[in-house]
């Protein structure tokens, strides 16, 4: 398997442009994890998806940030307008609900708001 | 919500000796206790783990106890290696069990 895929794995933008992240998870996981990392505030879960359902939200930092998962296969993080203290790593993890606790990590995106 | 904390921030050892991490938790409710190791530039990696019904579990030169008592785990690893040096987050379940929050991690350096 190849693993959790985001795109793009680096992201330099200007501020007040859109961004959207995107996350392939690993087939046959079934649920969905967003994170961003910063030196500050560590690894924080921004929001998590159960069967491409939305189940917890509450780490949004604002309405500027939106997340979809419209298939089992594919999600997205979207940003807009995007600002300079946006700039962080975004982690997209999966695992399986039901099994293993285990989340399984993609490589991130490491995003620059200038 | 739970409380995770993580100590030392960062962690400086010689190559060959021993290095232990500690994490402390507040939900005494917790029964599944995991270790993520982030080398630079990758995600989080999950490298050992422990459930609630056992007080020790080791894999090779990396070990994990926990004290339920306390509400506290750590990471032991022996025989420190320059390629073991990364960052170490310790997490603990929440949400019922759904998600996992993580500690602000620990920044090991091991030096030849």
């Known amino acids: 398997d190849a693993g959790v895929i985001q795109s793009p794995r680096h992201e330099v933008t200007e501020m007040g442009q859109e961004v959207t992240l995107r996350c392939k998870p690993i087939s046959g996981h079934n649920s969905l994890f967003w994170y961003r990392q910063t030196m500050m505030r560590g690894l924080e879960l921004l929001i998590y998806?159960?069967?491409?359902?939305?189940?917890?939200d509450s780490g949004m930092p604002e309405d500027r940030f939106s997340a979809k998962m419209p298939n089992a296969s594919f999600s997205t993080l979207k940003i807009q307008p995007s600002e300079p203290r946006d700039s962080a790593v975004y982690f997209c993890?999966?695992?399986?609900?039901?099994?293993?606790?285990?989340?399984?990590f993609g490589p991130g995106t490491r995003l620059t708001v200038t | 919500g739970e409380n995770v904390e993580q100590h030392p921030s960062t962690l400086s050892v010689q190559e060959g000796d021993s290095a232990v991490i500690k994490c402390t938790y507040s939900?005494?409710?917790?029964?599944?206790f995991p270790w993520y190791k982030q080398e630079l530039g990758k995600g989080p990696q999950l490298i050992i783990d422990i459930r609630s019904n056992v007080g020790e579990k080791k894999d090779q030169r990396i070990a994990v106890t926990l004290n339920k008592t306390a509400k506290h785990f750590s990471l032991h690893i022996t025989e420190t290696q320059p390629e073991d040096s990364a960052v170490y987050f310790c997490a603990v379940p929440t949400s019922g069990y759904s998600t996992l929050t993580f500690g602000k991690g620990t920044m090991l350096l091991v030096s030849p």
């Open positions: 993890a999966s695992s399986y609900w039901g099994g293993s606790y285990e989340q399984y």
């Open positions: 998806f159960n069967n491409n359902v939305p189940i917890d």
């Open positions: 939900d005494s409710a917790s029964n599944y």
